[in-house]
């Protein structure tokens, strides 16, 4: 079973369920591999409700359980994504993929916090992907292309030592 935890702010919501909605019919077509999705969302508006666990601590513990993190990025990259970036980063065996709406393109390449995504992908451009889309139809695609990464099967196989498997 491959772990993949999909990660946003709150505003993207039809992005992550749109992924999740992909996981699940590449799980209904492929019966030798499973991919289990997780999501998580900060909501600056909502994080001080008691019944919205959107803390870094939350995203870290899905994070440790998680073999990819499919990061969705607004126009904006709020402090908490980039921790959750920054953890994952840190997850040695971890594949990343980020994906954005070309649309905010200039937006982001001119955040100083995507240029720390940058620099990652520079010095391990195997394990990070950064994946414009157009809208949901072609984020659809873009993911459905990315489940079939030669890499996800090779994760699949892997042993991890210490590891829980299911």
């Given amino acids: 079973m491959i772990k993949?935890?999909?990660a946003s702010s709150a505003d993207l919501k039809?992005?992550?369920e749109q992924c999740i909605h992909l996981v699940n019919q590449f799980n209904d077509s492929h019966k030798d591999m499973v991919l289990k999705p997780t999501e998580w969302d900060y909501d600056m508006m909502h994080a001080h409700l008691?019944?919205?666990?959107?803390?870094?601590?939350?995203?870290?513990?899905?994070?440790?359980?998680?073999?990819?993190?499919?990061?969705?990025?607004?126009?904006?990259?709020?402090?908490?994504?980039?921790?959750?970036?920054?953890?994952?980063?840190?997850?040695?065996?971890?594949?990343i993929w980020v994906l954005y709406n070309s649309d905010i393109k200039d937006a982001l390449y001119s955040s100083e916090s995507f240029n720390d995504i940058l620099i990652v992908h520079s010095s391990s451009p195997e394990r990070l992907r950064i994946l414009p889309y157009k809208d949901l139809r072609n984020l659809g695609f873009i993911f459905k292309v990315s489940l079939y990464d030669p890499a996800i099967?090779?994760?699949?196989?892997s042993f991890k030592p210490g590891r829980k498997y299911d």
């Fill in 4 to 6: 993949i935890l999909i």
């Fill in 14 to 16: 039809e992005e992550r």
């Fill in 50 to 95: 008691p019944e919205r666990n959107t803390s870094p601590d939350e995203v870290s513990v899905k994070l440790a359980d998680s073999d990819v993190l499919v990061l969705l990025l607004s126009s904006k990259i709020s402090t908490q994504t980039l921790l959750v970036f920054r953890y994952a980063v840190k997850q040695k065996e971890m594949m």
């Fill in 153 to 157: 099967a090779y994760t699949a196989r």
